[in-house]
């Protein structure tokens, strides 16, 4: 048996030459980690906000801004709505209809002053159901829409068709659609934009006493909808009614909308025209609780010619640039119809918010066993003081909130201890559409009508 020094002599092993050992693979998987390129810091920091890849995905499967909106509100808005009873309080629940609908223009103003003739000026020629007369001839409200052919629907069943923006009128019962109707006609004009022909606004205490409906809150869901709000003036009925001024007080929220219509002006010479115009500036500005001047436009709006003996040629000159420019805002209104439905979106949004946080208050006051209905009372009473303490305690603008009798009215048929709690996932959904997906929908699509 060989000793140990033997054995090393006789195998001679070379250690300045001897190599290290190798692991199989891992020079392959260092050259691969090296080549990878490096996650820019942008997309570290999606970590901890909202993920990119879902706007990605929520904008890969939207085909325009409205069909985003559609979207957005059936997947962010509305849970939030019907969580806080939105719909009852405030507006109808929206449906497809009503961001498909065209562009609607309503008109509104005392008896015999030229708002269905307005409407059959522009079409050149009359609608189904137009009656015109210097009595008070339209008895109802009567929207009038592109058709296949000219025919008259009535109310019940317009309101009830899935394509027409109408369901929300429901709610003011069959004895208002008894006096709605839809006129339609083909018409070129027609395909751009809608008319609402309205009742004449009549004085005194007959118009409460006549109507069987809510009138002030059918011109106000109107109103909502509506892109252009005409108030259409006789130069002879300058006066504004009690009813007249709470229709207009109606129209609250929507006074971008809103411009003034001085009609059958040629029936006064032009000395008397600077004094009706002074006139109506003076009874427009105790009812319209705003600095800013209204928009007026003056004119014969009727396919009769201008009375030049009355006017002269200075005032028929003037009627045709009041014309021209009242024309050329009318012919702007597809064009800033989608711009249009985002603003209204986007108020509504807010309006929902501020909803949930006025009713998750009151939610959060009442008492968890004894004593519900005096502390529901309580709130009732004292509503002006909870608003007070949701609008300091969210920094949300005073301007923001709800008519407050109106709102009571409501919230008196409700047990508010039914009502839920504040849930900010909701909210924060609702926020990051706002802040982030309708931005997006913006940057990614362009309007349809430029």
């Given amino acids: 048996m060989l000793s140990c020094s033997a054995l090393f002599r006789s195998e001679t092993i070379d250690l300045e030459n001897l190599n290290p050992p190798v692991m199989e693979g891992l020079t392959i998987l260092m050259a691969k980690i090296k080549q990878a390129p490096k996650k820019p810091e942008s997309e570290k920091a999606n970590w901890f906000s909202s ?38 309080f ?61 025919r008259s629907i009535p109310g019940n069943t317009i309101a009830v068709q899935a394509d027409m923006p109408f369901g929300g009128l429901t709610t003011f019962g069959t004895t208002f659609l008894s006096k709605f109707q839809c006129s339609q006609m083909p018409h070129p004009l027609l395909e751009h934009i809608s008319f609402v022909d309205t009742p004449g606004v009549l004085s ?25 709000i005409l108030l259409l003036f006789d130069p002879h009925k300058l006066d504004i009614s009690d009813e ?51 928009r007026v436009y003056i004119g014969s709006f009727n396919d009769k010619p201008v009375n030049e003996v009355a006017t002269g040629p200075i005032g028929k000159e003037l ?6 420019d009242l024309l050329s805002d009318l012919k702007d209104i597809p064009k800033k119809a989608c711009d249009r439905r985002i603003n209204e979106f986007v108020k509504r949004a ?52 709800p008519n407050i009798e109106q709102f009571r009215e409501i919230l008196s048929g409700y047990n508010i201890d039914k009502f839920e709690k504040l849930k900010p996932k909701m909210i924060k959904a609702v ?20």
């Fill in 51 to 88: 993920s990119r890849s879902s706007k990605k995905l929520f904008l890969n499967s939207v085909t325009s801004i409205v069909d985003g909106l559609k979207k957005l509100y059936t997947e962010k808005l509305k849970p939030l709505e019907v969580t806080y009873h939105f719909n009852d």
């Fill in 204 to 228: 005194g205490e007959k118009q409460r006493t006549q109507r069987s409906y809510d009138f002030t809150g059918v011109t106000s869901w109107f109103a909502a909808k509506c892109d252009l």
């Fill in 90 to 150: 405030v507006s109808p629940l929206l449906t497809n209809s009503d961001f498909d609908a065209r562009p609607m223009v309503m008109l509104l103003g005392q008896y015999s002053t030229g708002k269905t003739t307005f409407i059959t000026h522009l079409l050149k020629s009359s609608y189904p159901g137009a009656h015109i007369g210097p009595e008070p001839t339209t008895d109802r409200f009567v929207v009038v829409m592109s058709g296949h052919d000219e």
């Fill in 319 to 324: 009627f045709e640039k009041e014309q021209e």
């Fill in 350 to 401: 807010r309006a929902a918010k501020i909803h949930a946080y006025i009713i998750s208050h009151l939610k959060k006051e009442m008492p968890a066993m004894m004593g519900k209905a005096k502390v529901q009372q309580r709130l009732l009473d004292n509503l002006e003081d909870e608003f007070s303490k949701v609008q300091k305690e969210f920094h949300l603008p005073a301007g923001d909130f």
């Fill in 431 to 450: 926020d990051d559409m706002l802040g982030y997906d309708i931005p997006e929908l913006l940057k990614n699509f362009r309007n349809p009508y430029e």
């Fill in 244 to 294: 007249f001024k709470r229709v207009i007080g109606s129209l609250h929220g929507n006074d971008d909308k809103i411009r003034v219509v001085l009609n059958k002006a040629d029936q006064v010479d032009t000395q008397q025209l600077m004094r009706v115009y002074g006139a109506l500036m003076w009874s427009l500005g105790k009812v319209l609780n705003t600095p800013e001047v209204m």
